[in-house]
Every structure is written in C-alpha cells, then in structure tokens.
C-alpha cells in the first residue's frame, strides 16, 4: 500500500515563506513526476508545479519566480519552497506522483492535503 504524507503547512503573513514537504512509502519501484496542486475554498484544484523523473520543472504562472519544487528521489520525498507568499496563495495544497509498483504497473497517489494560509 502506497501513502503519501505531507507536512509543513501553517499560517504565515504576507511576505513569509514555507517549505511543504510530500514523503512517499510502501512498496515502490519508481516514482515518475512528483506534483503540487492546491485548491482555494470556492475554487476548482489547480496545478502549481511538476517536476519530472529526469528534474524538469513547470510552474503555474502565478507562482513562476516564487515558488520552487525539488525532490530527493532516495528518500522518496518531493518539496515545494513558497517564498513572497500571497494571500491568494492561500489554499489546500496536495501532493500528487505517478508511481510505479512494478515496471510494468503505474498509478496516481494523491496526499491528504496540508492548509497553508496568508494572513497578517
């Protein structure tokens, strides 16, 4: 059974930064691309940033230059640096992976989700 588990959320004003972590387990051959989404209240859940199995990045346009994934592939474990946050940063954010049980079988896994609010 795969689980991701992320951490890191909280409250921060406007200006702040947090550092969102997303630690896979279970049984895993691989883990492909390794996402962040968010989703505000009222709102449809967003993309944020991907990076690929091969360290290609993307980012949504509203947080290019702002926020940066990475991912330690040893430790199974992807982050998502967030610096100048905005109140419209404000939002559940999830951690999403394409991850492999054998080579030949591939699934998508989602996390639970960790609030992260701007406020002052």
């Known amino acids: 059974q795969v689980q991701l588990v992320e951490s890191g959320g909280g409250l921060v004003q406007p200006g702040g930064s947090l550092r969102l972590s997303c630690a896979a387990s279970?049984?895993?051959?691989?883990?492909?691309?390794m996402r962040w989404y968010r989703q505000a209240p009222g709102k449809q859940r967003e993309l944020v940033a991907i990076?690929?199995?091969?360290?290609?990045?993307n980012y949504a346009d509203s947080v290019k230059g702002r926020f940066t994934i990475s991912r330690d592939n040893a430790k199974k474990t992807w982050f998502l640096r967030m610096n100048s946050l905005k109140p419209e940063d404000t939002a559940v954010y999830y951690c999403?992976?394409?991850?492999?049980?054998?080579?030949?079988?591939?699934?998508?896994?989602w996390g639970q989700g960790t609030q992260v609010t701007v406020s002052s």
């Open positions: 999403n992976a394409d991850i492999r049980l054998t080579i030949a079988t591939m699934y998508g896994y």
């Open positions: 279970g049984s895993i051959f691989s883990i492909n691309a």
């Open positions: 990076i690929t199995s091969g360290g290609i990045t």
